[in-house]
């Protein structure tokens, strides 16, 4: 089992008149090569949950199991290099460094690696063209559009092959055809092996993968496996 969370809250302000539950006893399972959408309306707890799977938070209550491992008992730096090296991540702010080009934000996670510049630079070229951008790879964040820039993200993450892709609405800022290339290319991912996790409010989105958990106020209300002529309907209509 890849993932493997037990009883999780997330809790601000504990105790006080301010608490907020945005996690609240949730259990979930996903395993290796899963293609899965959390599905929640704003403040249902769904990035909360993204944060917490993908290593960048941690739960005030229950227990983690990431490849069987207990992710409270990895070191930090061990975790980092979970991070860096085992998930891409597309973040719905986009998090691009401001003075860096789109390919320098693409390269960046790759230099961490160590990886050897001619492989960096290959990949680095081949991701921005397959999400439109063979001709902004110069350009800075704010020289872009919102789509654009959310389309620098999607090549970040996805410019290493990650074998765990995260993706908090990665077609939020981009019109349809743009959106739905995007989601055929994470499908593509899938198919060949990446373990995807979508995080969307959008249930027409939501369908494109194979299961649907859906969250609100912080807790798992259904988990439901998507039919392929649901999926085939997003994937080859004209719209996602």
Do not use: W
């Not at 302000?13 to 959408?37: F, M, P, Q």
């Not at 620098?152 to 981009?174: F, H, S, W, Y």
């Not at 995807?196 to 993968?209: G, P």
């Amino acid at each position: 089992m890849l993932i493997d969370i037990r009883r999780v809250s997330k809790i601000y302000n504990e105790g006080k008149e301010s608490e907020v539950r945005a996690l609240d006893d949730v259990s979930l399972r996903i395993d290796y090569g899963e293609c899965t959408t959390i599905l929640g309306h704003s403040g249902s707890g769904k990035s909360t949950l993204m944060n917490i799977l993908g290593c960048l938070d941690i739960p005030t209550y229950g227990d983690y199991y990431l490849a069987g491992e207990a992710v409270s008992e990895i070191p930090p730096s061990k975790l980092s290099s979970i991070r860096n090296r085992q998930i891409g991540f597309i973040f719905q702010g986009f998090n691009l460094i401001p003075g860096l080009t789109a390919y320098e934000n693409v390269e960046l996670p790759l230099i961490y690696r160590g990886m050897p510049r001619g492989e960096r630079h290959d990949l680095c070229v081949q991701s921005l063209a397959e999400v439109g951008l063979e001709k902004r790879m110069d350009h800075r964040p704010t020289e872009l559009s919102g789509g654009q820039q959310q389309r620098v993200a999607i090549a970040r993450a996805l410019a290493a092959k990650p074998p765990i892709i995260m993706a908090d609405e990665p077609t939020g800022n981009l019109d349809s055809k743009a959106g739905a290339d995007i989601m055929k290319k994470l499908i593509s991912m899938n198919d060949n092996g990446s373990t995807v996790i979508l995080i969307t409010h959008d249930l027409h989105l939501a369908k494109a993968a194979k299961r649907i958990i859906t969250i609100s106020d912080g807790k798992i209300i259904s988990d439901e496996p998507v039919s392929e002529d649901e999926r085939r309907a997003v994937l080859e209509g004209d719209a996602v």
